[in-house]
Every structure is written in C-alpha cells, then in structure tokens.
C-alpha cells in the first residue's frame, strides 16, 4: 500500500517549476465560486476543441462506434457537451483535491449509501465500480467523505504529479494502491475494506479479454474483475458521480450490488460488467472521458477503429 506521501525537497528542482506554476494557477481558480467556476469550465471546454483536435477526432469516432443509432447533429452536440465536461473536468480535479470537506459537501445530493452499509453488514468487501467519468477525481472525493477505501492508480510518470495526485486523493480515502498489485486488492477485500476499481479502460491485449461494449462486438475488457471477484467474492457496486445541469451542482449515486457475476470464464464476467457499465455511462454520457482509444486493442488480424 502507498500511505501518505512524504513531500521532498527534490520535488522543488527547477524542472519542475511549469509543474509548480500550473498547480498554483489551479488552486487559485478553484477558490472561485462554483457558478463562476461552472461558466469558466464549459466555456474552456467547447474553446479546446479548436486546440485538440487529435482528441476531438478520437471522442467523435468513440461516439459513432458506441452509438450508431444517433444522427450525426445528436452526437455532434453530445461531443460539444463532452468537451465542455473536459473543461470542468480540469477545475473538478483541483476541487477534488484542494477543497474542504464542507465545500464538497454542500455542492452534492448522495443517494445509495444504504447499498454500501448492508454490503458492510453482511462482512463483505466492496469492489466499488468508479468508471472514468471526467468528474471521477471528485467523485472520489464525495465518495470517501462518507466511506473512506483504498484507490487503485497507475503511478504518474512526473513525480511530482504523483505526489500530488496521491495526496489529493487521500484526502478523504485510506491509502492507494499501484493497479497492478493484484494480491495487494484480494488482501484488502478480503478483509473487508471498498477498494475503486476501474475496468472500463482499454489496459493492453496482455491483461485482457474481448467482450461486447455498446455496439462494439469486440472491446478489449480487463480480466482483472473475473480474478478478484473469483477469489476475493466481494459486493460488486457500480457508483457515478453527476454533474447537473446549469451549474446546479452534482449528485453522487450508488447502485446496488450486482450479486452473483457469471464466473465460468474471464470472458463471461467481461460480458456481464460491460453492461454494467454501459448502465452507468448512460446516466451521464456527456461526462465520460471519450477522448482516450477506448477500442485501441483489437483481436488479431482486425484493423484498427482509428
């Protein structure tokens, strides 16, 4: 496990003063009003289309392939929602880690808390399901406020992110733990405690499985869920954090444990929590993080979606 990290004088080197200033320059624009916070996020949002059109390129492409049903305007304008929620995302990272608690609090409606206590009660662990919203660094936040887990995380290249990240997100949770740690998870379960576990992304053809995402016959999905329900035999329960409407602030919903997930094979659990997780997005698909190749990895001898 990783505890609260140590600061180093290292991290004061001057290669990483860019870092420095653009940390600075977060924490002071989150001091700012939600409303005024709201309008300046959106705004920068719909502004980085014109600057990051590779990513703008790979959310419209992601977005046809899952929603094919949709005309061309309706996901162009979910697009143009999208990277509005990828402006907020930026200022919802800095609240996350820099606010009080009694900040955070006041912004969200939490519903489903009675679905991690009967988990509690019946002495089992929880595999907290935390999908890649663009809000997930706060909703993290909100979640640990009332039942502090452990994070699971791939440490960040720059070490002075990684500290950064790490502290910010211990903040209200108990420690955090590399994602490749495996028996680190099945321990921790095991003796009861929530672990935020992500098996949305696309982590490589080595640690995964091909199983149907929305209209994608064939996505690469983790194996990872199969192995840690399998020995660790946790409640699995999905939870999205929201952001509402017109700057109304956010609702953090828990859903209920899946119960018994399909164990035969890794690819039947994959199966099973994609429509999980297609459950889950489809409360807030403006807000899921589009611009990364969700569907980089394909089965040998099929072309590339991109």
Request: net charge positive; proline share 7%; aromatic share 12%.
């Amino acid at each position: 496990m990783t505890h609260i990290p140590t600061f180093n004088r290292s991290l004061l080197h001057p290669r990483f003063w860019f870092t420095w200033i653009g940390i600075g320059l977060l924490y002071l624009v989150v001091l700012l009003p939600y409303p005024l916070l709201y309008r300046l996020g959106t705004s920068l949002g719909r502004v980085s289309m014109h600057f990051l059109k590779h990513r703008v390129h790979i959310a419209r492409r992601n977005l046809e392939l899952c929603f094919p049903n949709l005309s061309s305007a309706e996901r162009e304008a979910l697009l143009v929602k999208n990277f509005e929620s990828v402006g907020m995302g930026l200022f919802e990272t800095g609240m996350g880690w820099f606010w009080p608690d009694w900040r955070v609090r006041r912004l969200f409606n939490v519903s489903g808390l009675e679905n991690i206590d009967l988990a509690r009660r019946n002495q089992k662990g929880v595999l907290l399901i935390g999908l890649h919203f663009l809000s997930l660094e706060l909703g993290a936040r909100i979640f640990g406020i009332h039942n502090p887990g452990i994070g699971v995380y791939r440490p960040n290249d720059n070490r002075l992110l990684d500290w950064l990240q790490t502290w910010g997100r211990m903040r209200s949770n108990k420690s955090m733990l590399d994602r490749s740690d495996i028996k680190g998870m099945i321990r921790a379960l095991k003796h009861g405690e929530i672990i935020w576990y992500a098996p949305d992304h696309d982590y490589g053809p080595k640690s995964s499985v091909f199983a149907p995402l929305f209209a994608i016959e064939h996505a690469a999905t983790t194996s990872g869920t199969h192995l840690l329900v399998r020995l660790a035999k946790p409640a699995v329960i999905p939870f999205v954090p929201r952001r509402l409407p017109n700057g109304k602030g956010y609702e953090m919903i828990i859903l209920p444990d899946e119960g018994a997930l399909p164990l035969d094979s890794d690819v039947a659990t994959a199966t099973y929590m994609n429509k999980v997780l297609e459950q889950a997005i489809l409360l807030a698909p403006d807000q899921y993080m589009w611009l990364h190749r969700r569907f980089k990895t394909r089965p040998p001898g099929e072309p590339s979606l991109y």
